[in-house]
């Protein structure tokens, strides 16, 4: 059975620096690329960030690159996502997401969903 | 204002049939067979129902199905039930450098 679960997540300062972690568990996690997915309380889902099974191809939504980073330790079958200069406006639960691609490839077609890590971003 | 266009909500009895669409660009929905759409319940994670436009995951039932004509997709639930009560969001994959585009997502009432 496929497990992504997320940890990480709280209440922050504007300006201060998070670190979110998901741990993967039923497939084999080398295989396929990974992304993350936010959705502020109440609202839609915005895609953030996606990385690939070999960690060489990475993307940015417009609004977050530079300062949130994604990365993947394949020998630990973990994912993460760096978040820095954090604004209010990044509130909301984020999901880390398998990709339904598998064999190196990314469709960008998000099959498994973690339960999400909520982050709040308040003074 | 969301990069792919839903309606904000349908609605339908039980049995009937509804269809959601999801409207984008020739650089999204119109050039990619990478649309998905996802089922969402309150306070649960989303769920893939519709991948590269029409397939299903397995186990997901044959009443949803998924279609395109150009920049337009579309997710049709037949038969209705209850339990479909839910928000649904379309996807696509985007040549923009925000690659993966969402619908603002759509509420769907089972009166």
């Known amino acids: 059975e496929v497990q992504l679960v997320e940890s990480g997540g709280g209440l922050v300062q504007p300006g201060r620096s998070l670190r979110l972690s998901c741990a993967a568990s039923?497939?084999?996690?080398?295989?396929?690329?990974m992304h993350w997915v936010r959705q502020a309380p109440g609202k839609g889902l915005e895609w953030v960030s996606s990385i690939s099974w070999n960690s060489k191809n990475i993307v940015y939504a417009d609004s977050v690159k530079g300062r949130f980073t994604i990365s993947r330790d394949n020998a630990k079958n973990s994912l993460f996502l760096q978040m820095n200069s954090l604004r209010p406006e990044a509130t909301a639960f984020y999901y880390c997401?398998?990709?339904?691609?598998?064999?190196?490839?990314?469709?960008?077609?998000?099959?498994?969903w973690g339960r999400g890590s909520l982050v709040i971003v308040s003074s | 204002q969301s990069a792919l266009t839903q309606p904000a909500s349908v609605s339908g009895s039980p049995g009937q049939s509804i269809t959601i669409s999801c409207t984008g660009t020739s650089n999204d929905v119109g050039d990619y067979k990478y649309v998905s759409w996802y089922q969402q319940h309150p306070g649960k994670a989303p769920k893939l129902i519709i991948f590269d436009v029409s397939n299903r995951p397995s186990g997901v039932s044959n009443r949803f199905s998924g279609s395109k004509s150009g920049n337009t997709a579309s997710l049709t639930i037949s038969g209705l039930q209850a339990e479909d009560e839910a928000d649904y969001y379309c996807s696509s994959y985007s040549s923009s450098t925000t690659r993966v585009l969402f619908g603002g997502g759509t509420k769907l009432a089972v009166l």
């Open positions: 997401v398998k990709d339904n691609a598998g064999h190196g490839l990314s469709s960008f077609t998000f099959d498994y």
């Open positions: 039923g497939f084999t996690f080398d295989n396929y690329a």
